[in-house]
């Protein structure tokens, strides 16, 4: 099981002929299903009951799941099936968001821009931080897929501007993502960013990468749990971690 770029190219154009059941159906659940064809493209090993929990996929070696938000309830999954197999954990994310507004009344669309919410590797840590006691398992890889992604969404929401709360109709990948595999503790390590002081607090990590403060802190916390990190007391009420191994600061080699 593993990603293949013809296959997904073939199973989006597949799941995007197929009639959306309604507002709200959409691309999440199209973008999950044609990961579902690419890393399992048998439709036998597709939907495979393993003990009590359904799985994404399961070629007989192998199980595939395929996850875009709460984490928390792949434990119980992950702890059986990690038991017997391997996993592939796929987490498609919206590296770069191209939104398009569309009126409800006159179904009108606004040329698409750039929205300034951006994930990323290391903002990924903040979902995973949830199956943290998985993550050092030799038997859980867990694959990133950083996607440029059209997100159509309806001007219905309830603030002036009609945006808050609007209604999400569908995110449409544009073309091929980035793949960032996560396996080994030096594959999480190396998602510790170039120039990050030896010793910092977590608004310093915010000011780096640009992560949001409930992001910035899961990062700290799944780094700190393997290791990378440690508490080095306090400045101004503000915890200070110390980076633990290579230094940083000055781009070296993570590894």
């Given at each position: ?59 007989g ?9 709460q ?9 059986c ?17 191209y ?46 897929l ?53 010793c ?56």
């Open positions: 099981m593993e990603f293949d770029a013809e296959r997904f190219l073939h199973a989006w154009e597949a799941e995007r002929e197929i009639p959306a059941a309604g507002i709200g159906t959409l691309a999440e659940k199209r973008l999950h299903a044609s990961l579902k064809r690419t890393y399992a493209p048998d439709p036998a090993h597709r939907e495979v009951k393993i003990g009590r929990y359904i799985a994404d996929g399961f070629d070696e192998r199980v595939l799941e395929i996850q875009t938000a984490f928390s309830y792949l434990r119980p999954k992950l702890q099936f990690l038991a017997s197999y391997p996993v592939t954990l796929v987490y498609p994310l919206a590296r770069r968001r939104l398009i507004w569309i009126d409800p009344e006159t179904g009108e669309s606004a040329p698409p821009h750039v929205g300034r919410r951006k994930e990323s590797a290391l903002s990924a840590l903040h979902e995973l931080r949830a199956i943290l006691p998985f993550l050092r398992d030799e038997r859980l890889t867990v694959e990133l950083l996607f440029d992604m059209d997100e159509r969404r309806l001007l219905d929401g309830w603030d002036k501007r009609r945006k808050r709360g609007a209604t999400l109709l569908e995110r449409c990948p544009r073309g091929l993502p980035e793949r960032v595999v996560l396996r080994t503790a030096d594959d999480y390590r190396a998602l510790l960013p170039d120039g990050l002081p030896d910092f607090k977590v608004a310093a990590l915010q000011k780096l990468t640009g992560l949001r403060s409930r992001q910035a802190y899961s990062a700290v916390h799944v780094f700190e749990s393997f290791g990378f990190l440690a508490r080095d007391g306090t400045d101004s009420r503000a915890a200070v971690y110390r980076v633990v191994g290579p230094s940083l600061s000055s781009g070296e080699n993570r590894s």
